[in-house]
């Protein structure tokens, strides 16, 4: 083998990998009310008619490593938040459902940090953090985003979880770093609480 085939062929599968990536977020980008959750009949969830998805306690299965930058250049590891109900937002300032939830996901950060709920942002697609940075100055979002610019975050995600499938999509981590409820739409403030205070109550 020449000394420039093995460089060449790591480059060409980066690529490729890149593209398949881009190219399903590409195809669930800025999902409706009509979006179905995935997965099969082993999942053990159960959809509600507010489209949340939630696994019982004793099914829930932990959550992916999630780490990484954040869009202000800091090092973050969801894991530092166990023993914390942590909510991940997936979403792009390119996203217009993403921008109507974002005032609602502000508020309930800033109204439960004191019930030991943390939210992490997972920004995706947005190829400049300028964007996603103006984005969040905007919105008033208090809490850290991950910059995810492919969606490679998002794969980690077990297959026949509560994954994220759409963008946006908010996923909520339970205490012990389990995934325990997912959503694959916008939410407002009542949404958004529905979705968390059973975990809030959990001990």
């Known amino acids: 083998m020449s000394p420039g085939r093995a ?6 599968l980066l690529a490729a990998t890149t593209a398949v990536v881009a190219g399903a977020l590409t195809l669930s980008a800025c999902g409706g009310d009509d979006i179905k959750s995935g997965g099969g009949g082993d999942t053990n969830f159960v959809t509600g008619s507010g489209g949340i ?22 090092a973050l590891d969801v894991a530092d938040f166990k023993g ?20 609602h996901f502000a508020a309930v950060s ?7 709920v943390q939210f992490v942002g997972i920004n995706t697609r947005d190829n400049q ?7 969040e100055t905007d919105m008033g979002i208090p809490y850290p985003s991950l910059y995810d ?3 490679k975050l ?32 916008a939410l407002d403030t009542e949404q958004l609480h529905k979705m968390i205070d059973p975990l809030i109550a959990e001990k």
């Open 53 to 74: 998805s939630t696994v019982p306690v004793k099914e829930r299965r932990a959550a992916p490593k999630l780490e990484g930058t954040t869009l202000k250049g800091e």
């Open 110 to 116: 800033k109204g439960t940090a004191d019930q030991g």
């Open 154 to 185: 998002i794969l980690r995600f077990p297959k026949g979880t509560l994954n994220p499938q759409t963008i946006p999509s908010t996923v909520v981590i339970d205490r012990e770093g389990r995934i325990a409820a997912r959503t694959l739409q």
């Open 7 to 12: 460089p060449r062929r790591r480059f060409t």
């Open 149 to 151: 610019r492919v969606g």
């Open 129 to 135: 953090r300028d964007a996603a940075l103006n984005f």
């Open 84 to 103: 914390k109900v942590v909510v991940i937002n997936v979403w792009g300032s390119w996203c217009g459902p993403c921008r109507a939830e974002a005032k």
